[in-house]
């Protein structure tokens, strides 16, 4: 070959080479994804993931839009409780879905069914049995106080409540001699009261869930007039108070399965989550508001949460509601390694983007159980967000108590 050739060559490779995209950066833990950098970082890659990947078409326009900021943090292994990954392995192959009855047959405690084949036409449904039956919340779990924020997306906090919340698991339980306690035919019982401010003190509900068709019985407590009423069976679509948050977004979903007519897997994907929270989300001894809630963000919209955002493995559900239902569906993003809800998409009944729910949540490993740390609603159509935040300290599960400590009885006592 000529010089004149081998050169010409040279050159063309060369142009050739510089005129290709440059490679996609690795983004280090602790990387700030906003909306000043985010079509930067989005073919950029983090563990493995371009970031791209790892963002629903809601989480982008939310980061463009609203503010929100997530910052990377390289994904921790959760050790699960050994009962109930011995309790969930031992139901591989033995249990069933009765529609019918409204039950899993064949299970007793753990995940009802810990494999889970997406080219099954049952794989949606029985991922939202496992969440329903199978979630690592303990067999009776007590938060005592948490903050209930309100929250103008212009103006900011308008309203700080503080309740107590309580889960008594009837089955499934993986301490003591038995899975199952008391009267058969229930599942859950869940007390919700609040404790301040003045005007709300006392107010509640008391709720228990069937393992069954039927729905739910509510009872609400009303100290002013002193009366414990009972709600309609539609309560659970009900919204907790004055809030955002429906009875059925607790946790991102709190329906029994059956209540839901149809259930779609829409895929698997990953996406960043903040699946081990910060804990620091509520100072109780501050008086300031930058000092109380250190995660809040102190720019409109005001709802955002700082914290930390890892990759995780989801399944992606679309959840169908009855008709009655103030949504006309719900999307939620599961957690693959062990049913837990990371984000949520509500629908209003005209099929139109409405709320966006995300979870943050805490491994206690001590314990066996998975926390919600922060919970957040933003309902986008009102530009209105609830934001509960835990007092993760006073948190207690599986602790020494009798079904009537979750009862009628008590909620009745804590509204006098």
């Known amino acids: 070959m000529k010089a004149t050739t081998l050169y010409q060559s040279l050159m063309a490779a060369l142009i050739g080479a510089a005129c290709l995209p440059a490679l996609a950066a690795d983004l280090t833990e602790g990387t700030v994804i906003s909306a000043a950098n985010l079509d930067q970082v989005k073919s950029a890659t983090f563990e493995g993931h371009t970031i ?4 629903t078409e809601k989480m982008e326009w939310r980061i463009r839009n609203s503010g929100w900021k997530l910052t990377l943090a390289k994904p921790k292994k959760v050790a699960l409780d050994a009962r109930w990954v011995k309790a969930s392995k031992a139901n591989e192959g033995k249990t069933k879905i009765n529609d019918a009855t409204c039950q899993v047959d064949g299970w007793k405690a ?9 080219k099954d036409p049952e794989a949606a449904k029985k991922i939202i049995w496992n969440l329903s039956l199978g979630s690592l919340v303990g067999d009776v779990s007590s938060v005592p106080s948490f903050t209930q924020l309100l929250i103008d997306g212009k103006s900011g906090i308008h309203a700080e409540l503080v309740a107590e919340f ?6 499934g339980r993986l301490t003591g001699n038995a899975t199952s306690i008391g009267d058969d035919n229930e599942s859950v019982r869940q007390l919700l009261f609040f404790k301040a401010p003045s005007e709300v003190k006392g107010v509640g509900t ?5 393992d069954s068709t039927k729905v739910p019985d509510v009872w609400a407590y009303v100290p002013a007039v002193r009366r414990t009423r009972r709600l309609s069976g539609g309560a659970w679509m009900d919204p907790v108070g004055s809030s955002d948050q429906l009875q059925d977004d607790l946790d991102g979903f709190n329906a029994r399965p ?6 779609k897997l829409l895929g698997k994907r990953w996406v960043l989550a903040a699946a081990n929270s910060k804990l620091d989300v509520w100072n109780t001894k501050a008086s300031s508001t930058p000092e109380k809630y250190p995660t809040l963000d102190r720019a409109a919209p005001y709802w955002n949460l700082d914290d930390t955002f890892e990759p995780r493995e989801v399944y992606v559900v679309e959840a169908v509601t009855p008709s009655q239902h103030p949504y006309s569906k719900k999307v939620l993003y599961i957690e693959t390694q062990y049913p837990r809800v990371h984000y949520v998409e509500a629908y209003n009944r005209k099929g139109e983007f409405w709320k966006f729910i995300e979870l943050h949540s805490y491994v206690n490993q001590k314990e066996g159980d998975v926390r919600t740390v922060a919970l957040d609603v933003i309902d986008f159509q009102r530009n ?11 948190w207690r599960t599986n602790f020494e108590a009798k079904p009537s400590d979750v009862s009628l009885t008590r909620l009745e006592s804590a509204g006098r």
């Open 110 to 118: 753990g995940e009802p069914f810990p494999t889970i084949d997406a």
């Open 206 to 210: 008391y709720t228990v869930i069937y």
């Open 52 to 55: 791209a990947s790892m963002l």
């Open 258 to 263: 059956c209540w839901y007519p149809e259930y």
């Open 166 to 171: 309580t889960r008594y698991n009837m089955k």
């Open 384 to 394: 209105h967000a609830t934001a509960s935040l835990i007092d993760v300290s006073t």
